[in-house]
């Protein structure tokens, strides 16, 4: 029963949430251009649902690609860094800095190189997910126990074995909290690029509709970003425990 109330729980709180958000817009009667109310969201969801899939396919086409990149290079880059000390010192603060740089201060230099369109996007949404990847790689490498390490050196393994064979192993966990993480962060990266400059995409969904006072539209754009995000979420948490199980020894965990 409390399994399955657990499960219930995020349809019952989404419920709930939509059901005071409609309740506040009716009471209070509040203008459709400043907070449609649910409702109005759906029907224009319904109304308008070819282009929100259209769009809402390449937002995810882009945030995937983008992602992509961010995971070959951030785990490439995250096992060097987490394994020098003379690398971590060099590289971590310069990253640390560009880190901080607003991603949207960074698109209209993208789209001076690479023109309007999916490009900038792509690269936006790999800028702003690669970080994550790359300090909790490092932090899994860079934690290992040294009593261990010495261990291993005492029974004849290299360097590169320790690494293959215990280091890799022990960041999964802190790869895979960095992947739930980072998804969402490369959509917020592929929608700023597209309400900039692109000609397709949720993001320029939402200008045109925002431009042409179409909220329940706007909103609608939102929700279909939302799901978006949950949807992929949701797959990379269903990953992560098949494959980091072991990780998680308390059956009261909420990761478990």
Not at 225 to 232: D, P, R, T
Request: charged residues 10%.
């Amino acid at each position: 029963m409390t399994a399955t109330l657990e499960r219930l729980a995020p349809v019952w709180f989404t419920v709930a949430l939509f059901a005071v958000w409609e309740a506040t817009c009716r009471l209070l009667e509040v203008d459709p251009f400043i907070l449609p109310a649910p409702s109005e969201v759906f029907g224009a969801l319904v109304q308008y649902w070819r282009p929100v899939l259209r769009h809402s396919l390449v937002t995810l086409w882009t945030t995937m690609a983008g992602f992509a990149l961010a995971v070959v290079f951030g785990i490439a880059l995250g096992l060097v860094v987490g394994w020098s000390r003379t690398v971590y010192r060099g590289i971590y603060p310069v990253m640390v800095g560009f880190n901080t740089i607003p991603k949207v201060a960074v698109v209209p230099v993208l789209v001076i190189w690479f023109g309007i369109g999916e490009v900038p996007a792509i690269l936006t949404a790999f800028l702003i997910s690669f970080f994550p990847i790359v300090v909790n790689v490092a932090t899994g490498l860079a934690t290992m126990e040294p009593e261990l390490e010495d261990v291993l050196r005492a029974l004849g393994a290299r360097k590169l074995d320790i690494m293959l064979k215990v280091g890799i192993p022990r960041t999964t966990p802190y790869l895979f909290g960095a992947l739930k993480v980072a998804i969402t962060l490369a959509f917020v990266g592929s929608v700023v690029s597209e309400t900039i400059a692109a000609n397709a995409g949720i993001g320029f969904l939402m200008a045109q509709a925002g431009s042409n006072f179409q909220m329940p539209l706007v909103f609608a754009g939102l929700v279909a970003l939302a799901v978006e995000g949950i949807a992929m979420y949701g797959v990379f948490a269903l990953v992560e425990r098949r494959m980091t199980r072991w990780a998680f020894r308390s059956s009261g965990s909420a990761a478990a």
